[in-house]
DNA sequence: CGCCAGGACACCG
DNA sequence: CGGTGTCATGGC
């Protein structure tokens, strides 16, 4: 059993953040996080803290850096402009939220799933993409592995859509085949600059400025983007008509962007 | 039932 | 270039 006790940290805000689709609700009453064929459970103690389920080793060396424990989010917090009543709420509604480190398969595809659909709905669609393709690895819960690309690369259009993405089927292919077919290189995309990340995400059928900006800081945690959709566009319409002062935060304005997310749909 | 959802793309002028 | 119609499906 581990335990994290921070203020800076709530499960049930991560996953409900929008920003990854695989933190379930457990039977027990707290999440069941899965990531790279891991699973661990969760519950929030009385005293706001939250226990984990596995060793202190495995929690080490996989959920730590997972959930981005290394990073130092009550300094971004507290460095928000004290003339920016918006960001200071939101601040302080989203208090406890994280950007995880995802893996960057799982969320360049559920980003391409992501458009034009709710957060609910994308929860669905993934949900039924890994219980069709992927490896059942626990009983209790009902959790499966993401289905690999080769996996998916070796599907037809109509197997796939058994998890309803529509339209979005053909796009999933088309990434799935590249990266099978090594002509796209998604461990080697780790090294590159952000442009040249985008750049190279974006050759993708079906991926444009705004899945490329959520797969990278998601997903590659390029903390300095700033991924503009529906939401944070009437946030930016509603309280920054002059643009967002991104350059005030250097380097980590891609979370104030979930925290505005976060904020604008709660 | 009607509307909107963490958009992208082809096409138009 | 910038604006516009269209795409397939689920959730509320």
Not at 34 to 60: I, N, Y
Not at 147 to 168: I, K, M
Not at 211 to 230: E, K, M, S
């Amino acid at each position: 059993m581990v335990t994290v006790s921070s203020r800076y940290f709530d499960l049930s805000k991560i996953a409900d953040s929008g920003q990854c689709f695989r933190i379930y609700p457990s039977r027990a009453g707290g999440y069941v996080t899965v990531s790279q064929g891991r699973v661990v459970h969760a519950l929030q103690e009385p005293d706001g803290s939250w226990t984990f389920d596995c060793s202190l080793q495995e929690f080490d060396s996989y959920w730590n850096q997972y959930f981005d424990m290394g990073t130092n989010y009550q300094q971004m917090l507290d460095s928000v402009d004290v003339h920016d009543g918006y960001l200071r709420e939101a601040a302080k509604v989203g208090c406890g939220l994280r950007v995880v480190n995802q893996d960057p398969w799982e969320t360049l595809v559920s980003f391409i799933v992501s458009q034009r659909r709710s957060v609910s709905s994308i929860t669905t669609c993934i949900r039924k993409l890994c219980r069709a393709f992927g490896d059942k690895i626990e009983d209790r819960d009902d959790i499966y592995t993401f289905p690999t690309p080769e996996r998916l690369a070796s599907l037809s259009g109509a197997e796939l859509e058994v998890c309803s993405a529509g339209y979005r089927t053909a796009y999933i292919l088309d990434a799935a085949r590249k990266v099978a077919s090594g002509e796209l290189d998604l461990q080697l995309l780790s090294y590159v600059d952000d442009q040249t990340l985008l750049d190279t995400l974006m050759t993708i059928h079906g991926v444009g400025i705004k899945v490329a900006c959520c797969t990278a800081l998601y997903g590659y945690h390029r903390l300095g983007l700033f991924p503009v959709d529906v939401w944070v566009q009437r946030v930016l319409d509603a309280h920054y008509p002059q643009g967002f002062p991104a350059q005030q935060y250097p380097g980590y304005a891609g979370f104030l962007q979930l925290l505005m997310f976060y904020e604008a749909r709660h």
